[in-house]
């Protein structure tokens, strides 16, 4: 199946420092890319939707100065908690939708990176 | 805003028992699908399903679309402790989708 990387898998920086995520499809092209947020045992929180070559589409109440979104290519997302503090600790997973895919709207997650801000 | 609830929110069950994981909404979704996720990763896609009524079977594992495309369900025969994990589903319409809060399940051996 297709697979999505995560890189670095955990994080721990100090408040106020700023920490970029790297997601990538490694085996596939992924025109849209999503970004999420979970919270220990909750579901998903979809952040932002990334579109290569274009501006990142964002949920309601994520601040889009905070987290920074940039899909440079089809292959690659990177997401950017800018000026970390405490409360940005969490578990973020990215996803890749495989256009070439057969099954519709079908998403693949990578492993997830987990932020701790000290 | 769609909304997918999921039932039960948690369940705790003994090795080798079956059990049933529901997926319910009021709004109609033109795909759904199931993900895995245990602790510390991503979630795995496990079935993707399209029609109404379609049932799919991944070895010990079946899914079912509800005829009206509302409501799915995953029953797990004999259960194993790899089964362990959050179990999701995922509603989509048009180009837009939605998970449902997941059901926590644990398999003790």
């Known amino acids: 199946g297709a697979v999505v990387s995560q890189h670095p898998s955990w994080v721990i920086c100090k408040s106020g420092t700023s920490v970029k995520i790297e997601c990538r499809s490694l085996d596939f092209q992924a025109t849209t890319m999503f970004w999420y947020r979970q919270f220990p045992k909750q579901s998903l929180m979809l952040m932002a939707t990334s579109n290569e070559g274009s501006k990142a589409t964002y949920e309601q109440g994520v601040e889009k100065d905070k987290f920074l979104i940039n899909h440079a290519s089809l292959t690659l997302s990177t997401l950017t908690v800018t000026s970390a503090h405490p409360e940005d600790s969490s578990f973020y997973i990215c996803?890749?939708?495989?256009?070439?895919?057969?099954?519709?709207?079908?998403?693949?997650f990578g492993p997830g990176t987990r932020l701790t801000v000290l | 805003t769609q909304l997918l609830e999921q039932s039960p929110q948690f369940l705790s069950i003994q090795e080798g028992e079956n059990l049933t994981v529901y997926c319910n909404s009021s709004?109609?979704?033109?795909?759904l699908q199931w993900y895995r996720q245990e602790p510390g990763e991503g979630p795995v896609l496990l079935v993707t399903?399209?029609?109404?009524?379609e049932v799919k079977k991944l070895k010990r594992l079946t899914f079912q679309f509800g005829d009206a495309r509302k409501d799915s369900s995953l029953h797990i025969t004999a259960a194993q402790p790899g089964d362990t994990g959050l179990y999701l589903c995922r509603g989509n319409y048009g180009q837009n989708f939605v998970f449902g809060p997941g059901t926590r399940l644990s398999v003790l051996p």
């Open positions: 399903v399209v029609t109404g009524g």
């Open positions: 709004s109609v979704f033109s795909s």
């Open positions: 996803s890749a939708r495989d256009l070439g895919g057969l099954g519709p709207n079908e998403q693949f």
